[in-house]
DNA sequence: GACGAATTAGACAAGGATGTCTAAAAAAAT
DNA sequence: ATTTTTTTAGACATCCTTGTCTAATTCGTC
């Protein structure tokens, strides 16, 4: 009787859980947590009902599971792709196109994301715990990570900065402000409009805080 | 027997239909269009299950009413704001700044900005069409409004605009910037938070399209 | 092949929700 | 004051969902 709780679900039945997940994801983020059904959860994952309650006790119970594993899936992906950061740009600007479109492909406009954000927007009441989580370990810590680069970059001479916390910020927003409208209905954008998008919210998030020769930049911004 | 079925209900039950959107909107932001409890609708309208059910027929048909009608009133007020719009800024930082805030306090920030937000990606899924409207009829409109407000001034010598509707959408995007992630769950900003929000935002906006080299010397705006 | 664990299909009770109906009460209009 | 409309409370049938239980079956391992 080796029941080490924690530790080995013994066997390929761990391809079990994981679609069971997935389905589950799929069908919270279609349907909301009420609306949800698990008999659905259960023939989407190809799994019978009785195994649903076997893995994960309880409704509640498998939505909490749903929502961690996503999380812990998208931080994963989004550190991932932080590591990419230019820190050495040849053009900066072509440099952090590149990375932004990288950004918004794996983490924002992905399936996972925004079933994530979704999921969290909807439900994030009822598990207020859950929500703090994470936001204190997503966006809290991916918004510091990438002010570390933008500072750096900022103290190689790339940016002018005053505070690299709200340049994250932003750059996050200038970022985002093509994608959440399309991507709040099911329209996906094509590779091109996404390419596009990346190069205007770079464009003018340099044109903000870049030092450039195009823009007089040597004026000091009055604090 | 005048029934004119568009045009007056004929008395102070205008005051009940209007309660039971009210209180509809809210359960159904609270807990989703499947985890609404119409009794529950019923109980925070101060009014009977029946009457729910004589004004508005079905869930369905209930939950469209109360898309429509915040839809509706949030447009209004987001236009109303935009009327406010610096047009002959005296300070432009500062105009810019207290526009950015009002809009965000009356559209962005309040209860039902984000009723309308939550409920539309929660279940715009289910209703295409109304979701379509909203797009087409809200923030399109919107940022295209806002955007003509942002060529003028451009036009005027106060800023350095390629085009317009980028930088609207930018603008919007930037102020959106720290508010959405509080917005989320209940947290509530401060006053004084919600006013540096939007000077940030401003103020970085400004470093993107502001014209570095000096105020434009009065001129007159042609209509 | 045989054993034990996991999985399956299906039945099942309990509870909850929707939407209808009825008769009584309240409100509005004449 | 009377009449008409709206509202109310509650009962009600129907359906759906959750979660449990059981017996049969499959699967992996020895």
Redesign the pocket.
Known sequence: ?HNYPDIL?????AA?RQSIIDAAAAVFCREGFAG????LIAAEA??????V???H????KLFNAVLREITERANARAFAILDTFPDQPVDLEADLVAFALRFNKNCIWCREGKSLRKLLLAEGERYPELFEVWRREGPGKIESALASRLARLAHAGYLDIDDPDIAARQFMALNNAELHLPSMFGKSLSEEETAAAARRAVRTFLRAFGRRVSRPAELPQEA
Do not use: E
Request: charged share 30%.
């Open positions: 009787m679900p013994p066997r390929g039945h079990k949800a059904n698990i008999d190809g799994v019978s009902r009785q195994t309650y076997n893995h006790g309880d409704k509640d």
